[in-house]
């Protein structure tokens, strides 16, 4: 079975960047067209940003121009680069395939955006 190790959050200043990063054991993993999610305390899971098994990539509107996502297959690794951050991204990060019923999920990686 398919596991997902997210990695790379933490504190960062309005404006700042982070790269978040998404490992996956198992090979099947290249296959599946891969999103990032995320949830803020009290708010419900969302999907920000997703790119399929050949690269072709689409955004939520509240993060489009300045996120940018993107994979390895070679490494079973997808990645998120986020530019720009503000107080609103702040949130636990998750990565899951886009399929009805996702893989079981990670633990996620906090992201929080304060001055």
């Known amino acids: 079975q398919v596991q997902l190790v997210e990695s790379g959050g933490g504190l960062v200043q309005p404006g700042g960047s982070l790269r978040l990063s998404c490992a996956a054991s198992g090979s099947i993993f290249r296959l599946y067209a891969i999103g990032w999610y995320r949830q803020a305390p009290g708010k419900q899971r969302e999907l920000v940003a997703s790119?399929?098994?050949?690269?072709?990539?689409n955004y939520a509107d509240s993060v489009k121009g300045r996120f940018t996502i993107s994979r390895d297959n070679a490494k079973n690794t997808v990645y998120l680069q986020m530019n720009s951050l503000k107080p609103d991204d702040t949130a636990v990060y998750y990565c899951?395939?886009?399929?009805?019923?996702?893989?079981?999920w990670g633990q996620g990686t906090q992201v929080t955006v304060s001055s």
């Open positions: 790119i399929t098994s050949s690269g072709s990539t």
């Open positions: 899951n395939a886009v399929l009805p019923h996702p893989l079981p």
